[in-house]
């Protein structure tokens, strides 16, 4: 049996109107002669919502005492066209089928049913480090990024924050009460601009996978292959460093190496040994290629030693020159960028240290 | 010019020399017990150095890099870190192996000095705080979060 048709609509927050959208989209279907359920509907309590949910027939939920659930096998027996089934990262009840109702929407598509689902940029698994940072709330309900690459479609469900705002305070996202706590907390307009961009890059990655579905030649992937190179010392900043090379290296399917740089016969302090015994170990957890090199020129160093591993990334830390000996003797970061061509260059920055970070 | 020239504690944040250890496993450190570490190592001009304790099963060597497990640890650690920052502190992350828990968290005191363990009840069993407790080289707290504020924060977040 062929599997269903799998279409997701992303936003940014709740009351963009993803609901609206995949119900509106199952309305059309319908009319157009397709065999429409909805799987299951979030209740919401939006009059706009509950209007459109009129017109098509929804496949009874299960009653428990803590509340409702989709009932997977009804919609599997009544194996429609297309359900449509609302936010997938929904952590299903104790003794449910499954855990997540992603999981849930698995066995829909296995049956050979289209689903149209809907889901928040939050709940996405590999951003909830960003979002924490971003928004200070950190996400329970998450989701793999796989599900988004395995979907057929991924639809961005857009709304300018102003327009968001209004809408909570218009009462059709929450009540009054609720609305006025979520304008002052999450969907203050600098979370709901970060989450916006958050969504709006990571529909456009998809967009930009889907172009190029099939694997690189073999040229190509020599020209486009990264491998980064992350200078370290011996103290606490350098495991964020190498923390951020690594997650870097994950999204760019990169080698890492880790370089220190240390004058010849040079001899840690006790402290040093301790901090740099803290690195190998990092290293080994994270697959990061730990390297040691003397060299009285960093830049010299590095370059020997970026040509040595075929670097093409090199992730450093916050330089923190005085002005005097940048004035001197030039700027560190100049004579790496002069003297490195070809090779990118990143400041790891201390992300406390941003303005408007809390 | 030397690597070593590149980096300077930052003036902003100050510490004492102290290192206050925070472990936490399982994917989950309790926003309510980081607060309060936070508040004893600012107490102490301390270093907060949260640890997150990666247990490795047996067919793997300690040192493997268990893709799955360091993805699932990084974004606790990173909060972690930030929090730390953000409170004006010196932090030192750190991630071990170990069998277990405990096993890991002895191979990271044997390797280094800590003047405090601030160690979060949620995330390690009665029987790993117990040996926690017996076994630790310096003076141990035991954080368990009142279960009503612990809910309040839930509710924060949900």
């Known amino acids: ?358 | 010019m030397s690597v070593l020239s590149l980096f300077r504690r930052h003036p902003d944040r100050r510490s004492s020399g102290r290192r206050v250890l925070v472990p936490f496993t399982g994917g989950e450190l309790d926003p309510v017990v980081l607060a309060a570490a936070i508040r004893v190592a600012k107490a102490e001009e301390a270093t907060l150095v949260p640890a997150y304790l990666m247990v490795i099963p047996l067919e793997y060597p300690l040192e493997s890099p268990l893709q799955k497990q360091v993805a699932a640890a990084m974004p606790f650690l990173e909060a972690a870190e930030l929090a730390g920052l953000r409170a004006g502190l010196e932090v030192d992350a750190r991630v071990e192996t170990g069998r277990t828990p405990t096993h890991a968290l002895q191979r990271l005191w044997s390797a280094e000095r800590f003047d405090r363990i601030v160690a979060p009840a949620p995330g390690f069993t009665p029987k790993e705080l117990q040996w926690i407790l017996v076994h630790a080289p310096t003076e141990t707290l035991i954080l368990r979060p009142d279960p009503a504020v612990e809910e309040r924060a839930l509710e924060a977040v949900a």
């Open chain 1, 1 to 358: 049996m062929a599997r269903g048709h799998y279409r997701i609509l992303v936003g940014m927050a709740a009351g963009v109107g993803k609901t609206y959208r995949m119900l509106l989209e199952g309305r059309q279907a319908q009319e157009e002669g397709r065999d429409v359920v909805i799987g299951y509907l979030e209740p919401h309590d939006r009059p706009e919502t509950a209007v459109l949910a009129d017109g098509l027939q929804a496949v009874p939920r299960i009653h428990t005492a803590r509340g409702d659930e989709m009932d997977l096998d009804a919609v599997i027996r009544r194996a429609p066209e297309l359900a449509l089934i609302d936010e997938l990262a929904h952590t299903n009840l104790n003794g449910s089928p499954h855990e997540k109702r992603y999981e849930d929407i698995e066995d829909v598509l296995d049956a050979g049913i289209d689903v149209i689902s809907t889901v928040n940029v939050q709940h996405l698994e590999s951003l909830n480090d960003a979002i924490f940072e971003l928004t200070g709330v950190r996400v329970r309900e998450t989701f793999p990024d796989r599900i988004l690459d395995e979907a057929d479609e991924v639809v961005l469900v857009d709304l300018s924050p102003e327009e968001l705002q209004e809408r909570l305070r218009a009462g059709k996202v929450y009540k009054p009460e609720r609305a006025e706590v979520a304008l002052q907390n999450f969907f203050r307009k600098e979370n709901l601009a970060a989450l916006r961009e958050l969504v709006l890059r990571e529909v456009a990655e998809d967009v930009e996978a889907r172009r190029h579905p099939d694997a690189l030649e073999p040229l190509s992937q020599q020209a486009v292959a990264e491998r980064i190179l992350a200078l370290v010392e011996p103290q606490p900043k350098s495991q964020r460093i190498m923390r951020r090379a690594w997650r870097s290296a994950q999204r760019l399917g990169a080698e890492i190496d880790t370089l220190w740089v240390h004058p010849a016969g040079y001899s840690a302090s006790e402290e040093e040994a301790t901090q740099l015994a803290a690195l190998r170990r990092l290293a080994g957890v994270l697959g990061i290629h730990f390297l040691e090199a003397d060299g009285d020129d960093l830049v010299e160093t590095v370059r020997r030693v970026a040509a040595d591993r075929g670097s093409t990334y090199i992730f450093v830390g916050t330089p923190d020159e005085r002005r005097r000996v940048e004035i001197l003797h030039g700027s560190l970061l100049s004579r790496m960028v002069r003297e490195l061509p070809g090779i990118d260059i990143r400041v790891v920055a201390d992300r406390a240290k941003r303005k408007d970070a809390g």
